[in-house]
């Protein structure tokens, strides 16, 4: 299988309005029309992708892509248009990359891997550095990974992280904080700098 592409949030032919699009694909999904559960998972799945690497590591992240848009496909119709698709999404994906977690039953992942289109490498970090910054990602609790990795690196708000989460935003807040620096104890007991 090969992985999945970010892609752009295309329209559907014919439907100009975004939440007329979103709405008439995910009734199209609902009544079994493989394209369109096809043209959803292209549009969503490399940013689930992104978000399962950092979660779950890059050797469990096919895995967990596909339990991610398996519940997603299977709970589309509570999906109440309250918020975007794209928040509910991750919302279901978060999820499932958190219960995967609780059923390996260990607070530490294997070091995570850096996507090539990531923040990470946009910065130019030398492989050592990405290594050490990988590791201490790994380190965190993964409530605290999430928050972080919303923010940093899916580039959401803090509302949406808040919806995606369940969690009153102030909650964010202190979560991202409290990442931030569990992130930098860490990084500077793996010789950062």
Partial sequence: MSHPRESSDDELSGVSDDSVATDYMVRQCLAGDRNAMARLYDQCSGRVYALMVRMVGRQDADDALQLAFMQIFRKLDCFRGESSLDTWIYRVATNEAL?????????????????PESKISDLGLRLEDAEILEAGLAKLEPELRVVLTLKEVQDLSYAE?????????????SRLNRARRELKAHLERLGWG
């Fill in 99 to 115: 219960q995967l977690l609780r059923r390996r039953k260990r607070r530490d992942v294997d070091t995570l891997s850096v996507e």
């Fill in 161 to 173: 992280i808040a919806e995606v989460m369940n969690i009153p935003e102030g909650t964010v807040g």
